[in-house]
Nanobody, 115 residues
Framework: QVHLVESGGGLVQAGGSLRLSCAASRTIFSINTMAWYRQAPGKQRELVARITISGSTNYADSVKGRFTISRDNAKNTVYLQMSSLKPEDTGVYYC?????????WGQGTQVTVSS
């Protein structure tokens, strides 16, 4: 089990950028795939970006070309750089492994994009 704490969210205008961070309580070097998920109001949580231990990445079509996921195993941290934000990117963003550890879902960080 790993404790995950997300940060970096906020209120931003459409077209703006944010960088989210996810700090893990222990090494993530042994976790093959880490990901960012988001849950929009009234919708189910969805996976938006994933990264393997080797650095391979994969993105949901809705964020491809705008979001970049990265990981720093030495710092036990996963990042999500978001640019060209759209109102539909609004939601609570969480990080977790793939598949997600049931007991590791944190509070998430709120991202609100105004039009």
């Amino acid at each position: 089990q790993v404790h995950l704490v997300e940060s970096g969210g906020g209120l931003v205008q459409a077209g703006g950028s944010l960088r989210l961070s996810c700090a893990a309580s222990r090494t993530i070097f042994s976790i093959n795939t880490m990901a960012w998920y988001r849950q929009a109001p009234g919708k189910q949580r969805e996976l938006v970006a994933r990264i393997t231990i080797s650095g391979s990445t994969n993105y949901a079509d809705s964020v491809k070309g705008r979001f970049t996921i990265s990981r720093d195993n030495a710092k036990n941290t996963v990042y999500l750089q978001m640019s060209s934000l759209k109102p539909e990117d609004t939601g609570v963003y969480y990080c977790n492994a793939v598949p997600g550890f049931a007991n590791s879902w944190g509070q998430g960080t709120q991202v609100t994009v105004s039009s």
